[in-house]
């Protein structure tokens, strides 16, 4: 499936960015997904659950912000967020662009964790070496 090694990829990226940060448990995971991303949101949920597994972000909740299609609109020569991805086209003078600023992302753009206090006591991030080996 599809989604299932997207969902290993975020998972992945993220446990790296917990790590980096000194963030123990990870609570929530934020992500940005367009419309055109090709990513079906309810099946990302559903892989989310079986690829944190075991990782510091089991248990985490997944929150996805859908981004709508946003198009450049050549004759009203502003940005248009489109009320659907298709047609693409301004939903105000109707003229069809392919120019399109937002709605095909994927992106990782937040997380809430806990602190790891033991992380503050004098050791630096060379403790990430000996996590690393489990
Ligand atoms: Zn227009």
Same mark, same amino acid.
């Given at each position: 499936m599809h989604e299932l090694s997207i969902t290993h990829s975020l998972v992945e990226l993220a446990t790296e960015e917990a790590r980096r940060r000194g963030l123990g448990r990870i609570r929530a995971v934020h992500l940005r997904v *367009? #419309?055109?991303s090709g990513v079906v949101t309810e099946a990302l949920r559903f892989c989310?659950? #079986?690829a944190t597994a075991g990782t510091?972000? %089991?248990g985490a @909740?997944? /929150?996805v912000d859908e981004v709508p299609v946003e198009i450049f609109c050549? @004759?009203?020569a502003e940005p248009k967020i489109l009320p659907a991805p298709l047609p693409m086209a301004c939903p105000v003078c109707g003229t069809r662009s !392919? +120019? #399109?600023l937002r709605g095909r992302e994927l992106e990782l753009y937040a997380l809430e964790g =806990? /602190? +790891?206090?033991? !992380? /503050? =006591? *004098?050791r630096d991030h060379d403790a990430d !070496? %000996?996590?690393? *080996?489990?």
């Open positions: *367009g #419309v055109l989310f659950d #079986v510091p972000l %089991e @909740r997944l /929150l050549p @004759r009203c !392919a +120019e #399109v =806990e /602190l +790891e206090l033991y !992380a /503050l =006591e *004098g !070496a %000996e996590d690393r *080996g489990a």
